[in-house]
């Protein structure tokens, strides 16, 4: 059974603060980890994806992957009260046929 | 310039009825994926299509049936509703495999009573 596991949260941050949200998975094969963006009562919306070992940045967003501990996180700088929302981490299966999404972290930036 | 279009947006059943729910995609992409999302239960894989012409289980594949119609349409059809499908349904595409990032339509709200 392959997991994505994620802390649901909330995760509360002042305005201007980094918020920093992780995830960790079980299948060791998984090459693919994508992070989305749901806001309430809408479609998951792509934010960024990583496929090898270290930083990738985009704007204020900031993946970091580590495949030998099994992690990916989103770093969000100078958070904005736009950014509250869940976060799913998705990362895919070693047969490169299907995603697994974990549960997602609830943001909340404050102003 | 839709990309994942849905439909309907919102539906109410009686239990043992019947109902498609469609997806259609303009993305020229090969891969398309139905989701259910259920509070705590975050997105879980019903069916999915790598390609046109194939379809397979996903995680909960249950109760549900799936049809790749062509290239761009995927429809998810429930052939005796019941309560414990009442949720929100995703359609997905990919332009292949899971490599590669999925865009997700805007839902189908499902209630069945």
């Known amino acids: 059974q392959k997991e994505v596991e994620q802390n649901s949260g909330p995760l509360s941050v002042p305005e201007g603060a980094i918020a920093s949200l992780n995830c960790t998975y079980s299948d060791r094969g998984s090459q693919s980890f994508f992070w989305y963006r749901q806001y309430s009562g809408k479609s998951p919306e792509l934010i960024m994806f990583i496929y090898s070992n270290g930083d990738k940045e985009d704007g204020r967003f900031t993946a970091q992957l580590n495949k030998a501990s099994q992690y990916v996180s989103l770093l969000i700088r100078d958070s904005q009260p736009s950014d509250s929302a869940t976060y799913l981490c998705a990362v895919s299966d070693s047969g490169y046929s299907t995603l697994t999404f974990g549960k997602g972290t609830m943001l909340l930036v404050s102003p | 310039n839709a990309g994942v279009t849905q439909t309907p947006k919102f539906q109410v059943l009686k239990t043992g009825q019947s109902m498609t729910l469609q997806c259609a995609q303009d993305?020229?992409?090969?891969?398309m994926y139905w989701y259910r999302q259920d509070p705590g239960m975050g997105l879980r894989l019903i069916y999915y299509?790598?390609?046109?012409?194939?379809?397979d289980k996903g995680e909960v594949p249950n109760g549900y049936n799936v049809s790749r119609l062509n290239k761009r349409e995927f429809s998810l059809r429930l052939e005796s509703a019941a309560p414990s499908q009442t949720s929100v349904y995703f359609c997905a595409c990919a332009k292949g495999t899971s490599n590669q990032p999925q865009h997700f339509g805007d839902g189908t709200r499902l209630s069945i009573l």
């Open positions: 299509s790598a390609s046109e012409g194939t379809t």
């Open positions: 993305m020229n992409h090969n891969s």
